[in-house]
């Protein structure tokens, strides 16, 4: 690029917005927070039943697909560069959008590693558990670990294709964020799908938060408005992946109410596990029985210990 067309652009980042930098300030905040209610839900439970692990799979590759996109949009490439010659203070404000998309990925993630490690079977059933729909309400153990793995096998995709192409032909850059943004779309298009047909068939939240999907909803509407103001229709592969996912998470959110009204209107509290709903009646069982006998073992912690006989 120009030398002196470089230079411009750097001196267009210090010319800031402050509305639009109090909203992008305010998004990462927001989006830190919103994140929360769920990994405490989690680990509060002791388990992630309720969440689908396809919901996981397709969350998490979504997301760093979406990372990865908007790290090797040109745009952000020449703000990344403009850095060198900027204060650090007009440095950070140009990268907020990278940042927002950055925390939305760790948040994600640690969605994904509390569902590994809290994810629970019944050995009783392996190893011919049957999934969900078939028979039972939770999925194999089997199914936890395909999902960990092709997750990590898609990170690692991403990182080596991103490497290679940087090297040899950093022309293609281009290409591959477009490829990656249309990806992250693609996969946002169906990542609640998976979690509204198990939250339709089990007829509970679960472990999902509805105040995450709350506070999620409409700030995935205000980050894509936000996403649009910093990058215009060229990042239409960016901002709408998040057009897409708040309108799916709205569907799964007035499902997730619907059936917690319907909790509170029949029994005066919420579903819990072990509470089914049949015609005008409340099957209703001990919690924390039924955790220790129909989900004994964690698959990940206490060594994870399975021994089964043909």
């Keep these: 690029m120009d030398p002196l067309a470089q230079?411009?652009?750097?001196?267009?980042?210090?010319d800031i917005n402050v509305v639009n930098l109090i909203v992008s300030i305010s998004i990462v905040i927001g989006m830190l927070i919103s994140y929360l209610p769920q990994h405490v839900r989690i680990i509060k439970r002791g388990t992630s039943e309720g969440i689908s692990p396809f919901f996981i799979l397709l969350g998490t590759t979504s997301a760093t697909s979406a990372f990865g996109n908007i790290l090797l949009l040109p745009q952000s490439r020449r703000d990344v560069a403009c850095c060198k010659e900027l204060e650090t203070f007009h440095c950070v404000a140009g990268l907020l959008g990278i940042t927002q998309l950055g925390i939305q990925w760790i948040c994600f993630t640690f969605i994904f590693v509390l569902f590994l490690v809290f994810f629970r079977y019944n050995p009783e059933n392996d190893p011919d558990n049957v999934e969900l729909g078939e028979g039972g309400d939770s999925p194999r153990w089997q199914t936890a670990l395909l999902v960990a793995v092709l997750t990590l096998l898609h990170?690692?995709?991403?990182?080596?294709?991103?490497?290679?192409?940087?090297?040899?032909?950093?022309?293609?850059?281009?290409?591959?964020?477009?490829?990656?943004?249309?990806?992250?779309?693609?996969?946002?298009?169906?990542?609640?799908?998976?979690?509204?047909?198990?939250t339709y068939h089990i007829k509970h939240v679960g472990s999902l938060s509805i105040p995450m999907m709350c506070m999620q909803t409409p700030g995935g509407f205000i980050f894509a408005g936000s996403l649009f103001a910093r990058l215009g229709w060229a990042g239409?592969?960016?901002?709408?992946?998040?057009?897409?996912?708040?309108?799916?998470?709205?569907?799964?959110?007035?499902?997730?109410?619907?059936?917690?009204?319907?909790?509170?209107?029949?029994?005066?509290?919420?579903?819990?596990?072990g509470q089914r709903s049949a015609g005008n009646a409340t099957i209703a069982e001990n919690p924390d029985e039924e955790r220790q006998e129909n989900e004994a073992a964690p698959l990940l912690r206490n060594g994870s210990n399975r021994n089964y006989t043909a």
Aim: charged share 10%; glycine share 8%; with cysteine.
């Design 155 to 198: 990170g690692l995709a991403v990182i080596v294709i991103t490497g290679v192409l940087t090297t040899v032909a950093p022309e293609k850059l281009g290409v591959w964020a477009n490829t990656l943004g249309i990806m992250a779309a693609l996969l946002a298009a169906v990542q609640y799908l998976p979690q509204i047909w198990m």
């Design 7 to 14: 230079e411009d652009l750097c001196e267009d980042l210090r």
């Design 236 to 273: 239409w592969s960016s901002w709408g992946i998040f057009v897409l996912t708040a309108s799916m998470q709205g569907i799964l959110l007035s499902m997730a109410i619907y059936y917690e009204t319907a909790a509170h209107n029949h029994a005066g509290k919420p579903l819990h596990r």
